[in-house]
């Protein structure tokens, strides 16, 4: 694939078949049609949308899918990023998409219907103070005060669940570990997102018991 996408994919170490390739274009597309008539992302360039949302979010992948997870579930899922590229490339997985927003939501159930993932996601149209399930991974990206909600992360990740947060600078990750009183049960992981010159970091934390 001589895509950006297929580049990006290909950079990341990340194999995939025709038919995924297929249904990450389509999700931009239909990213691309909704963004006229809400706010999904701010990034509306197709080349913008590829590189700093759908390879932002694909950049973990290699470690998330190491994690024994039947249930992921992403919080405040907004346009589907993370969970709707993860779904794509994790059929063994089921994922619940945690969005408060009822345009958002609406949008991530048309679009689970048009990419064939009805069976394996849900829409969870929700504050997460409302979730009452548990999850093998929970994780977020653009998500708000991660320090405030860590109470309520915990709660709906499973005992010996793993949280996983997309996060940009270290500051910012040093900043929130200190606000939760983290000082043990994490680790911190530099990503490389193809063609984008930002910092990036995934914080894994397995809550404790």
């Known amino acids: 694939m001589n895509s950006l996408l297929g580049q990006g ?6 194999e995939f078949s025709s038919r995924q390739h297929g249904q990450l274009e389509a999700y931009i597309a239909e990213i691309e049609l909704w963004n006229r ?9 197709r080349d913008k949308l590829v590189i700093r949302h759908l390879l932002d ?20 899922s907004g346009g589907g990023f993370p969970g709707i590229p993860l779904a794509v490339m994790l059929p063994e997985y089921s994922f619940s998409l945690i969005e ?10 048309s679009t689970a219907a048009v990419l064939g993932l009805v069976d394996r996601v849900e829409i969870v149209e929700s504050n997460i103070e409302d979730v ?3 999850f093998d991974l929970t994780v977020l990206r653009a998500f708000r005060d991660f320090s405030e909600y860590y109470g309520e992360l ?3 990740t499973r ?16 900043a929130d570990l200190k606000r939760c009183s ?3 049960g994490f680790s911190v992981t530099s990503l490389d997102v193809p063609f984008l010159d930002e910092e990036r970091n995934l914080l894994v934390i397995k809550p404790k018991q």
């Open 9 to 14: 994919l290909n950079r990341l170490g990340i």
């Open 37 to 45: 008539k809400m706010n999904l992302v701010s990034d509306s360039e």
């Open 57 to 76: 979010s694909l950049a973990p992948l290699n470690i998330l899918k190491n994690i024994q997870a039947e249930r992921v579930a992403d919080v405040g």
């Open 100 to 109: 408060r927003s009822g345009k958002k939501a609406g949008f991530l159930r």
């Open 132 to 134: 009452h399930d548990v």
């Open 154 to 156: 915990q709660r709906i």
């Open 159 to 174: 005992p010996g669940g793993i949280i996983a947060a997309y996060k940009g600078r270290m500051d910012s990750v040093q």
């Open 182 to 184: 983290l000082t043990d």
